[in-house]
């Protein structure tokens, strides 16, 4: 069944002028199809849209809407006839919503949007710190921070396990949290997930680098006076 309530001579000329740019709020209430995961693809639960990432859109019953579109540094992806839209933070099914709702305003009746991640750019987090490979390093969904810890091959030898910061910027700032591994390895508190983009800095130990650089002094000393 056609869902286009504009003649088809105006919505082809939709589609082929260039959309102007608009911010939108949504509240959408529209029909909103879930697609089953797809080889390579990343589930819609507990995801995070986020710069760079490539998603699938598609309009159920208008293919010339459907598209493969990549969000762009400032987290915004542009769709025809409705300009620009905020995915940055949005998870699939709420972007899916958001699209719905502009297209419903105008243009469709009951549409059926399906956002789909193809291509995660954005699921990565920084291991630094006295970690033995410090970088940024890509994640899968329901990471925690034991498993990000062991992604950098674990602390080196004058980590200070006691004391390792995630460092999240959320939209009310910077948060910066401060946990045990210890704890957590010997099951006294919970290993929390990480998130997209986190920091994690594994502290260094004052007294472990000591005695590391302690004794090194004394190796070149007994170096240089056998």
Do not use: C
Not at 30 to 56: E, H
Not at 62 to 80: A, E, I, Y
Not at 184 to 194: L, Q
């Amino acid at each position: 069944m056609k869902r286009w309530l504009l003649p088809l001579a105006a919505m082809a000329i939709f589609l082929s002028a260039p959309v102007r740019a608009q911010e939108f709020a949504s509240n959408a209430n529209s029909a909103i199809a879930v697609a089953p995961p797809q080889p390579g693809a990343t589930p819609a639960v507990d995801y995070s849209i986020g710069p760079l990432d490539t998603l699938q859109i598609d309009v159920f019953d208008v293919p010339d809407l459907s598209r493969t579109v990549q969000v762009d540094n400032s987290g915004f992806v542009v769709f025809p006839l409705i300009g620009q839209v905020p995915a940055s933070g949005r998870s699939p099914n709420q972007l899916s919503q958001d699209i719905a709702a502009e297209l419903q305003k105008k243009y469709l009746k009951d549409p059926i949007v399906t956002v789909i991640v193809k291509d995660p750019a954005s699921q990565k987090i920084t291991v630094d710190g006295s970690v033995i490979l410090p970088g940024v390093y890509e994640i899968e969904p329901h990471t925690t921070l034991m498993q990000a810890v062991a992604l950098a091959k674990g602390p080196d030898t004058v980590a200070d396990t006691h004391h390792v910061t995630i460092i999240r910027v959320t939209a009310e700032g910077q948060q910066t949290t401060v946990f045990d591994l210890e704890d957590i390895r010997d099951g006294n508190a919970v290993d929390p997930f990480v998130h997209a983009r986190d920091v994690i800095v594994v502290d260094v130990s004052g007294t472990r680098r000591f005695v590391r650089d302690y004794g090194s002094l004394i190796g070149l000393a007994a170096m240089l006076h056998p």
